[in-house]
């Protein structure tokens, strides 16, 4: 079956390390991206790739880095820049170019700053 | 800019009631508008959409039909059920733009 997966599903992380999320999808997508949702809240863009080995800002980029290296993998890293990352992290994926097609989504990661 | 504009929840309703989320949008271009759904500690799943003016997006007794006139996408469903508790999202992508918005969300809870 098609799909997107993250991994792990949940995540604790000291103060000051760095944290890679990961998001991988079988769907053959060209965009991919990337959200936060904190409790009782909507969806923050954090960023979004287009096409391999591109990617722009998205509304919460500050404290936050991706790579695009691979179609079907987009990880993104919370870095210690980020001052409040604890929060439910939400990878997507869905056709480029048309508007009326869905974005797919994975089950999440919930982050956790100990 | 593009935005979403969703009622605030929560919503409460005893089971086979009828529901409405409303929601409205701004948009530049000509959307296509959809409605998601989150269930506790999940991903979000699309419930429905709309692609043009007019059109009515229908799933799983939901509906919602495309309001150019009154820019609005509301979300309805005629008899609700208890399976239905969760937290729905209304949601625009514009065309030739990869971005979605999205709206705040509206929790609902159906009672027995």
């Known amino acids: 079956d098609g799909g997107i997966t993250q991994s792990p599903k949940y995540l604790f992380r000291k103060e000051g390390q760095n944290v890679t999320l990961s998001c991988e999808q079988n769907?053959?997508?060209?965009?991919m991206y990337w959200y936060r949702q904190d409790p009782g809240q909507g969806l923050r863009l954090i960023y979004y790739?287009?096409?391999?080995?591109?990617?722009q800002k998205g509304d919460i980029a500050e404290g936050y880095s991706v790579s695009r290296e691979k179609k079907e993998s987009f990880p993104l890293t919370v870095t210690s820049a980020q001052k409040n990352p604890t929060a439910f992290y939400l990878c997507?994926?869905?056709?480029?170019?048309?508007?009326?097609?869905?974005?797919?989504f994975g089950p999440g990661t919930r982050l956790t700053v100990l | 800019g593009d935005s979403v504009t969703q009622m605030e929840g929560p919503v409460t309703l005893s089971e086979e009631a009828f529901l409405t989320i409303n929601c409205t949008y701004t948009?530049?271009?000509?959307?296509?508008l959809f409605w998601y759904v989150q269930y506790p500690g999940e991903g979000l799943q699309l419930l429905l959409k709309?692609?043009?003016?007019?059109d009515k997006g229908s799933n799983k007794g939901f509906e919602a039909t495309y309001r150019k006139e009154t820019t609005s996408f509301h979300l309805e469903k005629g008899s609700v059920q208890v399976s239905d508790s969760a937290v729905y999202f209304c949601?625009?992508?514009?065309?030739?733009?990869?971005?979605?918005?999205f709206g705040s969300g509206t929790k609902l809870n159906v009672k027995p």
């Open positions: 997507a994926s869905r056709e480029r170019d048309s508007s009326g097609l869905e974005q797919f």
């Open positions: 769907l053959n997508h060209d965009a």
């Open positions: 790739s287009q096409i391999v080995n591109d990617f």
């Open positions: 948009a530049t271009g000509y959307p296509s």
């Open positions: 709309a692609t043009k003016a007019d």
């Open positions: 949601a625009l992508s514009v065309s030739n733009f990869n971005k979605f918005y």
